[in-house]
Structures are given as structure tokens and as C-alpha cells.
């Protein structure tokens, strides 16, 4: 299982842009499916965007849809969630997260709910002016 960290958060103000990064411990990600989630202060984690281990299924949350881009490294070991036009309620600390898709039956599957095999430590994003 590879370890996940998070980085790129940070303080902006509404309508700024943030990119975060998820670094894996090994060129892995061919082989897991993705998916970014969030935790605002007194909320529940809700998922955010997903990614299939073969790339070829994205999924986005209604309230980020056209604003977020998910995406990954050609060396298989950096996740990105671009984050555009930011606002207040994007606050929360992000969490990126995998689960095993090395065969082919699961290859183009994309959770967008939390039952991922391994979760960083996230990072804090705040929107605010």
C-alpha cells in the first residue's frame, strides 16, 4: 500500500486558485484508484473528485463541477486537484485517498464515496478574505 501525503494547502482569498499535490511513496498509481475529499469544521467528509487507476474515469462533486480538475503525473507517483475560483464554502482540510485497481474488471472504477484502502493526512484549504 503506498503511503499519501498531501501538500499545497494554504490561505486564499475567494475567486484565488490552489493546487494540491498528493506524492506516493512509489510509482503506484496505475494501479489504485484516486479520489480527493474534504472535511469542513463541524461537517461530515464528503468526496470531492475520483480518478480510476487506468485514467480514464473522472468524477466530480456537484459543487465543484467546472471549477476543480483532478489529474496525475505521467511517472505515476503525483495526484493533482487543481482548485479554480475558490470560495468560502471550499474551506476544509483535503484528504487525497487510493484503493487497490490492478485488475482489469476494476481498472475504470472511480469511488466518489469513502471506501478507499489508504488515506493521507490532508491538508487545510482556506477561502477566505
Known amino acids: 500500500q503506498p503511503q499519501l501525503v498531501e501538500s499545497g494547502g494554504g490561505l486564499v482569498q475567494p475567486g484565488g486558485s490552489l493546487r494540491l499535490s498528493c506524492t506516493t511513496s512509489?510509482?503506484?498509481?496505475?494501479?489504485?484508484?484516486m479520489g480527493w475529499f474534504r472535511q469542513a469544521p463541524g461537517k461530515g467528509r464528503e468526496g470531492v473528485s475520483c480518478i480510476s487507476s487506468n485514467g480514464r474515469t473522472t468524477n466530480y462533486a456537484d459543487s465543484v463541477m467546472g471549477r476543480f480538475t483532478i489529474s496525475r503525473d505521467s511517472a505515476g507517483n503525483t495526484l493533482y486537484l487543481q482548485m479554480n475560483s475558490l470560495k468560502p464554502e471550499d474551506t476544509g482540510v483535503y484528504y487525497c485517498a487510493a484503493f487497490v485497481a490492478n485488475i482489469a474488471s476494476t481498472k475504470s472504477i472511480c469511488r466518489m464515496t469513502d471506501d478507499y484502502d489508504r488515506w493521507g493526512q490532508g491538508t487545510q484549504v482556506t477561502v477566505s478574505s
Open positions: 512509489r510509482s503506484t498509481l496505475n494501479r489504485y484508484g
